[in-house]
Nanobody
Framework: QVQLVESGGGLVQTGGSLRLSCAAS????????MGWFRQAPGKREFVAGI???????SYADSVKGRFTISRDNAKKRVDLHMTMLKPDDTAVYYC?????????????WGQGAQVTVSS
């Protein structure tokens, strides 16, 4: 079993940057694909994902070139570095773990971190 705790959310101006971190517990963390999702009123979407092993990354078109996902298996942590933030990025961000893939069949979820981008 994996427990996930996000940190690093907050309020930032348009064009600013934030780094979200997701700390995981459980010795099987390296075996899980990891993803970041976000929930805004009326919609929930995949943001970024990273696989097990060599860590292949994937991104939603809306964040490509602006967000970077990374993982550190030794520290049991996955980060989302967000740059050039826009008001449309405002949402609650969740990290999630899956034994299948970085954007599907997510088995474990964190509690979420609020990100607010002011215009």
């Amino acid at each position: 079993q994996v427990q996930l705790v996000e940190s690093g959310g907050g309020l930032v101006q348009t064009g600013g940057s934030l780094r979200l971190s997701c700390a995981a517990s459980g010795h099987t963390f390296p075996d899980y694909h990891m993803g970041w999702f976000r929930q805004a009123p009326g919609k929930r979407e995949f943001v970024a994902g990273i696989t097990t092993g060599i860590g292949v990354t994937s991104y939603a078109d809306s964040v490509k070139g602006r967000f970077t996902i990374s993982r550190d298996n030794a520290k049991k942590r996955v980060d989302l570095h967000m740059t050039m933030l826009k008001p449309d990025d405002t949402a609650v961000y969740y990290c999630a773990a899956s034994p299948v893939g970085p954007s599907v069949a997510m088995a474990y979820w964190g509690q979420g971190a609020q990100v607010t981008v002011s215009s």
